[in-house]
T-cell receptor, first 110, second 117 residues
Framework: GDSVTQMEGPVTLSEEAFLTINCTYT??????LFWYVQYPGEGLQLLLK?????DKGSNKGFEATYRKETTSFHLEKGSVQVSDSAVYFC?????????FGKGTMLLVSP | GAGVSQSPRYKVAKRGQDVALRCDPI?????LFWYQQALGQGPEFLTY????????KSGLPSDRFFAERPEGSVSTLKIQRTQQEDSAVYLC???????????????FGSGTQLSVL
């Protein structure tokens, strides 16, 4: 079945550091790929998405590129802020349901 | 309402009790999903409704779990004879269209945290 593997956290960075959170997937067909973010006490929010190979999703300075050859969708940001501290989930969608990774906690210190 | 609303926010139950968790999706949203998120894990799919029809319940872990959406809006997830392994955050999500395809956006509620003692 479908599965998503993402790097374990927590990831601890200083403000303005470069961020990478790795995500790889296993799926039949050509799924759509997503990054969701969960801030403390809030619901999951869609951060960005890509629906086909080589697509780049971007939002709020975050980027991720759909790499079919490596089945990856790594999340990157050039300069993180304290306000980016949250849990980040990589996910894929086959037909109707989302399959999530376990989540990676990001902690950014001033 | 402005977003997906879930209640209660927290629920503590004694083992063996029945619980009911409520989800109010965004008005007019056709699709509704329930997910279970155990501590330190990602959300796992439980069930999917299109309007009042439950089209997929393959993720429900046992026959103690039951979900309904009788009028195609509010949904209730019921867990009978709760067990400690049922402790988790239960998330509800809705989307505008009939099938949550790649361009459909899911809107999540903040979840109900269930603790079974």
């Amino acid at each position: 079945g479908d599965s998503v593997t993402q790097m374990e956290g927590p990831v601890t960075l200083s403000e303005e550091a470069f961020l990478t959170i790795n995500c790889t997937y296993t799926a039949t067909g050509y799924p759509s790929l997503f990054w969701y973010v969960q801030y403390p006490g809030e619901g999951l929010q869609l951060l960005l998405k890509a629906t086909k190979a080589d697509d780049k999703g971007s939002n709020k300075g975050f980027e991720a590129t759909y790499r079919k050859e490596t089945t990856s969708f790594h999340l990157e940001k050039g300069s993180v802020q304290v306000s980016d501290s949250a849990v980040y989930f990589c996910a894929l969608r086959g037909y109707s349901t989302l399959t999530f990774g376990k989540g990676t906690m990001l902690l950014v210190s001033p | 309402g402005a977003g997906v609303s879930q209640s209660p926010r927290y629920k503590v139950a004694k083992r063996g009790q029945d619980v009911a968790l409520r989800c109010d999706p965004i008005s007019g949203h056709v699709s509704l999903f329930w997910y279970q998120q155990a501590l330190g894990q990602g959300p796992e799919f439980l069930t999917y409704f299109q309007n009042e029809a439950q089209l997929d319940k393959s993720g429900l872990p046992s026959d103690r779990f039951f979900a309904e959406r009788p009028e195609g809006s509010v949904s209730t997830l019921k867990i009978q004879r709760t067990q400690q392994e049922d402790s988790a955050v239960y998330l509800c999500a809705s989307s505008p269209g009939p099938v949550a395809g790649p361009n459909e956006k899911l809107f999540f509620g903040s979840g109900t945290q269930l603790s079974v003692l």
